[in-house]
């Protein structure tokens, strides 16, 4: 992969946005680094470093031993150096041995130093379900890092977006975790590489309605938008859909603003509803809207098992049908 | 064919005791002596070490004020003025000999212990306590004197060390590294990840183990089934077992391995093997686990007298020279105990003040709704709630 050539407008895969995205960093700044596991010759697992090491070298596109916490660790210990590292972790399931790095170390670094020393780390995840994998390689991990402070968390649920929010999250001096929907990544839009991108941490109205307000992000912005367009034309119902983009802060305005003209809220994520990015989300808006709502805000997102084996995720994963089902009955309140 | 032993005790309980017999470094193959406990210098055919006269009473001053520190800080938590304390008593040569080994562009990584190293790189001691009373979680710039903050959880710095490392190598700075950590935390995954990753990338980096027998109440052998320095060999670099409280082989052996690391040769582990004299820390009872007998032993061995013996045997110190650093001693503690007990309270929008390096929507709503529900007593000409 090469790039943008020559700066025009594009058509680009998520995964071939996000490689332009890092390739543009990596040009920007020599102080840029790629760690993971099968990140330099193989390009990653999802081809999203591809041909980057082939170009920056060893050095700066760096092949890991397979040891998550020694990935966190050590690109926490580069940050120090002056250095911007971005680390992949393979799959969404496998973060869990950095855990401890990422929320005791990386987390409080900023905090614990009173200032002194900054952590401009980015954590790559590849995340959720709906691809057939098999376990480990598909749960949706966000809240547990939106939890924490003095993480960011955002989510891009498009190409356009995957491109400029990976390069902002590497400027960022706080360490950011950027998950990546993973069976979005061969979703195809334009990238023009002179356009204005919006802030990281702004939520997006992304369809507008007045009859009920769909949240998402990541791989469930496009569920919302397919469900918009369903009950449009069967229903003659005018949903609005937000992509929330970040999830550590939340652009909460965006959303009271939209729920204080539709009345009513819906929140959808594949990770499970309880204690969920959605229960953030109902209660903050709540508070704000208590006289907007028509309706209690509602979530729709995979219940409280283990990720269930993929010959039965599509009844795990909220879809179109499940959407609609809320939309149904915040309607009928 | 007959097998005549299958597994073992699945506990471990009963197995022979590989490990507690190095207990009595005399016995230890190997290990490298450059000033017996008895105050005598001996040599080394792999390891020597040439000092002045000066740097002999400077070891030895470091030696008395950091333990003198250590005590006034042990005192101070006695006296309610600290929360807690970790005190390193028994491995000032360890940390001193350790500590006096690196230069200027090296770089340290310590646990929550590392007090005798912090003096030697000059942080100011009263830094050390603010995270033990309370005040801060550390809270000194790294970079001021390249000694990281304390780290808390055992074993994590060892990563953030290679890291540096790895970056130095990038740079290419003239520094390398020294990551610290205990016995116990050479069980850690991150330790050993840490071996790892600068074995692979030939990180400039020490790794400098304190051996101090014991992990809170747990013996070495709840750690390990062979020698500490050992392992190294299992990752590939060199490991080397060094008498912990001779400061001369501590200050040789780290200056080598440092030297080595900076030639491009890559990691070294040195076991220290020292003892930790008192309890883990102030909230600890080490007599509910081990026997009086073991410590007195190794008073014995203490790491001050052999240096003082020395110093006396070959007339490099007078007495006025012991009386003036016992006046330092003096001072360095009266400056101790007074910078403490004036430690102020952080106001507590502090909490607020460096969650994040750049603006946080929540973080900023959060601060503002806490400064106006303070604000509202004050309206009330109250002082604080409730």
């Known amino acids: 992969m090469a790039g943008i050539s020559g700066g025009k407008p594009t058509q680009m895969t998520m995964a071939q946005a996000i490689n332009a995205g890092l390739r543009r960093a990596l040009e920007d700044d020599a102080k840029t680094l790629i760690m993971g596991e099968d990140v330099g010759k193989l390009g990653g697992v999802f081809r999203v470093t591809d041909g980057l090491q082939k170009d920056f070298g060893e050095d700066r596109v760096v092949d890991t031993p397979l040891a998550e916490s020694g990935i966190v660790g050590t690109a926490i210990g580069l940050a120090l150096a002056g250095y911007r590292p971005v680390v992949e972790i393979q799959f969404d399931g496998f973060v869990y041995p950095a855990y401890d790095q990422i929320v005791s170390q990386l987390a409080k670094m900023h905090a614990r130093a009173l200032g002194h020393v900054k952590m401009p780390v980015v954590v790559r995840i590849p995340y959720g379900g709906g691809i057939g994998a098999v376990e480990h390689h598909s749960e949706s991990p966000e809240a547990y890092f939106a939890h924490t402070a003095g993480l960011r968390v955002v989510s891009p649920s498009n190409p356009v977006d995957a491109y400029w929010m990976i390069q902002q999250a590497i400027k960022s001096d706080d360490p950011v975790v950027y998950f990546e929907p993973k069976r979005r990544y061969w979703t195809k839009a334009e990238i023009d590489p002179a356009a204005a991108p919006d802030p990281l941490h702004s939520a997006r109205v992304v369809r507008e309605g007045t009859d009920c307000t769909l949240v998402a992000y990541g791989p469930m912005v496009q569920t919302c938008l397919d469900a918009a367009g369903a009950a449009a034309a069967d229903d003659g119902r005018n949903l609005e859909v937000i992509d929330l983009r970040s999830l550590s802060p939340v652009d909460f305005d965006t959303i009271e603003a939209s729920v204080k003209r539709t009345g009513r809220l819906v929140v959808v994520h594949e990770a499970p509803t309880f204690l969920g990015m959605g229960s953030e989300i109902a209660a903050r808006i709540t508070e704000r809207c208590f006289y907007h709502l028509e309706a209690p805000v509602l979530r729709v997102g995979g219940y409280h098992s283990p990720y269930p084996p993929s010959r039965i995720e599509e009844e795990y994963l909220p879809d179109l049908d499940r959407v609609l089902d809320a939309v149904d009955r915040s309607l009928a309140w | ?386």
């Open chain 2, 1 to 386: 064919m007959a097998v005549d032993h299958v597994g073992g005790p699945a506990t471990g309980a009963g197995l022979p005791d590989p490990v507690r017999p190095d207990l009595d470094t005399s016995q230890t193959p190997g290990l490298v002596q450059l000033l017996t406990p008895e105050g005598e210098r001996v040599e080394h055919p792999d390891w020597s070490i040439d000092l002045t006269d000066d740097e002999y009473r400077g070891l030895y001053r470091d030696l008395v004020l950091v333990r003198r520190f250590d005590a006034e800080a042990t005192a101070l938590q006695r006296q309610g003025e600290l929360g807690l304390w970790a005190s390193l008593l028994g491995q000032e040569a360890a940390q001193v000999g350790s500590g006096r080994a690196l230069g200027a562009a090296d770089y340290a990584f310590p646990t929550y212990r590392e007090h005798g190293v912090a003096w030697c790189r000059g942080v100011d001691p009263l830094n050390l306590l603010g995270m033990f009373r309370g005040v801060n979680h550390g809270g000194w710039d790294p970079n001021s004197n390249n000694f990281h903050l304390y780290t808390i959880v055992i074993g994590s710095q060892a990563l953030h060390a290679v890291g540096y490392a790895m970056g130095q190598q990038r740079s290419g700075t003239d520094g390398a590294v020294v990551a610290y950590f205990g016995d116990g935390a050479s069980s850690q995954g991150d330790v050993n990840e840490a071996f790892t990753f600068a074995a692979v990338f030939n990180a400039p980096v020490v790794f400098f183990c304190q051996n101090n027998q014991w992990a809170i109440s747990e013996p070495t052998e709840r750690q390990m089934r062979v020698p500490l320095y050992q392992r190294a060999a299992g990752f590939g670099f060199p490991g080397v077992r060094v008498d912990g409280n001779d400061v001369l082989a501590c200050l040789a052996v780290t200056r080598g391995a440092l030297e080595r690391a900076r030639r491009g040769e890559g990691p070294m582990l040195i076991e220290a093997f020292t003892y930790r004299m008192g309890a883990h820390t102030t909230s600890d009872d080490p007599t509910r686990y081990r026997l009086a007998a073991e410590l007195e032993a190794w008073k014995l061995k203490d790491p001050i007298e052999r240096l003082k013996a020395y110093l006396h045997k070959n007339g490099l110190a007078d007495a006025e020279f012991f009386a003036d650093l016992e006046a330092e001693s003096d001072e360095l503690a009266k400056r101790v105990r007074h910078g403490v007990r004036n430690m102020p309270d952080p106001d507590p929008t502090l909490m607020f003040e460096h969650a994040y390096a750049e603006p946080h929507r929540l973080v900023d709503e959060e601060r503002a709704e806490f400064t106006a529900y303070h604000a509202s007593f004050k309206d009330q000409g109250q002082e604080g709630g409730h």
